[in-house]
């Protein structure tokens, strides 16, 4: 076991706080980036760079120590090896030394055998429902952590997720459906995606859920998969395994600390989104398809646009030219008229 511990970094002594320090820029770096404290004419005090350096925001605070030989000033971070800090100076010399009296630590413990490591002396996680706090560690040091709780409903939370799980199967069930007959298909119907949702769910009663004990699988407990790939209870087989060892279905459901081999329940269940979600993964590729379509569809939608308007003009023009011919016609008609009557009264 290990305790987490702060990065520490102090001063050397000055007269009183109140003390010129120098003006200088202080840079400070972390994790978090790079922040400059800059000291000039304004508040070139030691008091006056405590509070630069609180006022940076860059994770490390200042505070001024004093007693009878003078007046030092500590930087802290906060608790952990990704909090840890550099100091760089410029723009005065000589630069104010710094000297290391806290290196930064993270946290060690082992539950179960498996080793944690975390920033803070505070473990949340570890064991559902329970936070550790470290106030001291030495190194060997092994202890038991008891709690009592409700009994926990194996068998209703078993049925909870079966009515969950048959909720969202049904509805893929509805959506890939086949037209057949003349009637209209679900509009995943033959979709890969849907396809691959549907293949991966159906795996899960068969899959691992823990390496260890007599119950490894929802299979072994009664979980079933129906024809249609809705999932059923054998009641008799749930309620017999509850009854012999309710821990060791609760742990396969979900352990105390989740491994590669003891994944648990909701592991299963990340592992299939993970996969369903990765680069090559059906719901990446079904999600890239459908937006090649989609973007397929917008052009041709532009392109039936911009052919519409291309054809209205010409239609305009066509027109246009239409109107200025029937002018002329109508022109030459009233001439020839105006003709045969002048021959009209001639012959008269």
Known sequence: MQIAVAQREISDIFASASTAVGERTLTINNSGGSFDVVIDSTNDSLAGMRDAINASNSGVTAMILTDKAGSRLVMEAQ???????TVTQSGVSPAMNLTNIATA???IVKVDGIELTNSSNTVTGAIPG????ILAAQAGTQFTINGASEPLDVAGLVSEFVTAYNELRSSLNNATKPGLAGASGGPLAGDRGAREVIRKLSQLTSTRLTDVGDFKTLADIGVRTETDGTLSIDKTRLDAA??????????????AVATDTKIG?????????????????ALTVAQTRLEAIRESI???REKIAEDGERLREQLQ??????????SVLRS?????????????????
């Open 317 to 326: 023009t066509t027109f246009a030219g239409l109107e200025r011919q029937l």
């Open 298 to 300: 917008t052009q041709s």
């Open 105 to 107: 630590l993270d946290s």
């Open 265 to 281: 329940l909701s592991g299963a269940l990340d592992a299939i989104t993970t996969s369903l979600k990765s680069e090559s993964g």
């Open 130 to 133: 329970v936070q550790i706090s």
């Open 332 to 348: 030459t008609q009233a001439y020839v008229e105006q003709q045969f009557a002048s021959l009209d009264n001639y012959n008269n």
């Open 242 to 255: 509850v009854a012999s060892d309710s821990g060791a279905v609760k742990l396969m459901l979900e352990p």
């Open 79 to 85: 608790e952990g090896v990704e909090n840890s800090f």
